[in-house]
């Protein structure tokens, strides 16, 4: 009977440890969002050139990655920078992720890429030359991509982060069917998009620059979008300066590089980090107390200037954010992920 005892002692006890490494597990998975049904599939979409917070907007991102927050499923470039693409992709595989797939803004419904919006960059040739990276010709056209990872995708589970210019999803919106879906652009983006974040527009109005760089494709995202909008303005990313904190990081980081050679590690407006945070932060609703938003409907004139209505429209959910949160806390919390080291 002792024995039996202790046999019986010993496999409750073999089960009272399993049941504690188990609910460790647990908290430990919940803790770094990886085990999660709320992680968001999400797609990036980046005129990375022009301005250096894109560059920061890719650092943030990656360092919710590496806490798990956001599963990176493709990155888009809109600019038609001969080296934007190389030089995102060699900020990718700096951060440890070298097969997150990118397309290029390209060739659809008489739009060729010739015609893009095309920037003098002070850093994407550099950043290309400097770090290793794939060669361009690997990387596909961007509405190839776009139907490619939604046909794949989950109904209504992919979140699309734009902070560029609406070249690429203006013309994915203009999509026929293909090998990859039977549905045209509107009808597949319905099915399988939660939500677009925009950096975009200036609220209650303004013009701003990534609406008025393509501006035919501004007023088509903006009107026809099947899927709700939130639209992050010119006037919540302008306070939020960063980019100091990056002298702390290592000379071969190619964040620090970037804004050394964007404007010598001074600090810069943070407009493309904020939507990407959001993005990222908000799954399921979830609020973070940083931003609020106001309903409404946006509109966006020939000219890329745009002005925001305040009456909701049937079938069409358009928000822009007012910033709650105070400005030294979050540009400390964007600066801290944009110290982020390869994983």
Not at 204 to 209: H, I
């Amino acid at each position: 009977m002792k024995l039996k005892a202790q046999r019986r002692y010993l496999v409750r006890g073999a089960f009272a440890t399993a049941a504690i490494f188990a609910v460790i597990f647990l908290v430990a998975c919940q803790g770094n969002h990886s085990m999660t049904d709320s992680v968001p599939l999400l797609i990036l979409d980046t005129d990375i050139s022009s301005d250096v917070d894109d560059v920061g907007a890719v650092a943030l991102l990656h360092g919710l990655a590496n806490q798990g927050r956001v599963q990176i499923a493709a990155m888009m470039v809109s600019s038609a920078d001969p080296w934007s693409v190389s030089c995102l992709d060699a900020l990718n595989t700096w951060f440890g992720r070298p097969d997150i797939p990118i397309g290029m803004v390209s060739m659809i419904s008489g739009v060729s890429r010739g015609q893009s919006i095309t920037d003098e960059s002070k850093y994407t040739r550099i950043i290309a030359e400097e770090f290793p990276h794939d060669s361009p010709s690997t990387h596909p056209g961007a509405v190839a991509l776009y139907r490619k990872i939604l046909s794949q995708a989950e109904d209504q589970s992919v979140t699309l982060v734009s902070i560029g210019y609406l070249t690429n999803l203006g013309h994915l919106l203009k999509s026929q069917a293909d090998a990859h879906s039977d549905l045209d652009g509107i009808t597949l983006v319905r099915a399988k998009v939660e939500k677009l974040i925009c950096m975009g527009g200036q609220y209650p109005s303004g013009r701003e620059w990534n609406f008025y760089q393509d501006s035919p494709s501004s007023i088509q995202v903006v009107a026809s979008w099947p899927t709700p909008i939130v639209f992050s303005g010119f006037e919540i990313g302008k306070d939020l300066l960063t980019g100091t904190a990056l002298k702390d990081a290592a000379p071969d980081n190619p964040i620090r590089r970037s804004y050394e050679l964007y404007n010598n590690l001074t600090d810069r407006p943070s407009w493309d980090q904020v939507a990407v945070y959001y993005g990222v932060m908000t799954v399921d609703n979830k609020k973070t107390g940083l931003w609020s938003r106001v309903f409404g409907e946006n509109i966006v004139q020939p000219d890329g200037s745009n002005y925001w209505l305040n009456k909701r429209v049937p079938n069409r959910e358009h928000s822009y954010l007012v910033q709650l949160g105070k400005t030294a806390r979050i540009a400390a919390l964007f600066e801290q992920l944009m110290l982020t080291t390869p994983r």
